[in-house]
């Protein structure tokens, strides 16, 4: 359980932000004792005991305590400490790294929601424009300020280790570090539509050749010819379950029948996107997967492949070789704005 010391007057919210942390907190522990090795002689139920005494041990305090900081002499300031003697660490954060957490994890969430649960190619998919209402709307979820507050917080800095070299800090803005929540959340993406793409048509990613990559890419055939188009949806039913979207999925109910999935164009063209960028790579007809943004995603690459898809693709909502197209009938779904 969550311990707060009795000295601390603290508002529901903060609460639950504390018991949120050391949730998080104990779900990482977890998984790494998991992936440990026990011992051979330890049977299974001697192995989930040491678990289960190790997360025990894990404990959450919020504390009022007094820093020196600099010139500003002695000062209160509150503090979450996170202890775990069996694991042999203490750790301290300031109640700003609780914000810039669960902000991380709301506008994850939120991103995962907008593919889930688009019915519309223009929901499917931001870029970093479009994306910093997202992200204040994910902040002002999370401190329940207002949305000038929770831009303002954003716009902070505040210092963190150079990822070149651990010894030297650095100031970064609150809201950089929160935005690279979406490109490494497509980053996983990525990683489960390739492999999976790429399993269906029998095909190892890493030995991809030039040749082999030229043919997929001739006539879009990585998506318009039959093999083709099966591992492209066997590709995006695999993303439609990780994001907790198997409802857009269908299968066959007797041998006959063939599996439906039920997406917009844009959802189509995001998977068959990424492995385009994959293709055209192995094929050498591109130097560089970046196209666009840092941490856009491959954005326009996206809006580039729905507009190609479009006038191919058909106008209607029926189901047609394995794709209900939810936004068969609408006009816009060529994404005419960007």
């Avoid at 002499?73 to 957490?101: E, H, I, K, Q, R």
């Avoid at 424009?129 to 507050?149: F, H, L, P, Q, R």
Wanted: proline residues 3%; glycine residues 6%.
């Amino acid at each position: 359980m969550t311990k707060v010391d009795a000295s601390v007057n603290l508002s529901q919210q903060t609460l639950v932000a504390v018991r949120k942390v050391e949730a998080a907190v104990k779900a990482a522990i977890s998984d790494v004792i998991k992936k440990g090795n026990f011992p051979e002689k330890d049977d299974a139920d001697t192995a989930e005991q040491q678990v289960e005494n190790l997360l025990e041990d894990v404990k959450v305090r919020l504390i009022l305590c007094t820093l020196y900081i600099g010139y500003l002499g002695l000062c209160l300031s509150m503090v979450v400490v996170l202890t775990a003697p069996s694991l042999g660490f203490v750790l301290f954060y300031p109640p700003s790294f609780l914000s810039f957490c669960i902000s991380q994890k709301a506008y994850r969430g939120i991103l995962v929601n907008e593919f889930a649960t688009a019915v519309e190619t223009v929901a499917v998919f931001s870029n970093c424009d479009d994306n910093w209402d997202t992200v204040i709307d994910a902040a002002e979820a999370c401190m329940k300020s207002g949305k000038v507050k929770a831009e303002a917080w954003l716009n902070q800095f505040i210092r963190r280790a150079s990822w070149r070299n651990a010894s030297i800090f650095v100031k970064v803005r609150v809201s950089m570090l929160v935005l690279r929540v979406k490109p490494h959340l497509h980053q996983a993406w990525n990683d489960l539509i390739v492999n999976t793409y790429f399993e269906a048509l029998v095909l190892q990613v890493k030995n991809l050749n030039e040749a082999t990559a030229k043919q997929l890419i001739d006539g879009s055939a990585y998506y318009v010819s039959v093999r083709g188009r099966e591992a492209c949806l066997d590709a995006l039913a695999a993303l439609f379950r990780a994001v907790g979207a198997a409802n857009r999925i269908s299968e066959p109910e007797s041998p006959a029948d063939g599996r439906v999935t039920r997406a917009t164009l844009g959802n189509f063209a995001f998977v068959t996107t990424k492995i385009r960028n994959v293709v055209e790579l192995a094929a050498g007809t591109r130097a560089s997967s970046r196209d666009g943004a840092v941490g856009d995603g491959h954005f326009p690459m996206w809006v580039a492949e729905v507009r190609r898809m479009d006038a191919s693709f058909p106008k209607s909502c029926e189901a047609l070789n394995g794709l209900e197209l939810l936004d068969g009938a609408v006009l816009e779904r060529s994404l005419p704005q960007y």
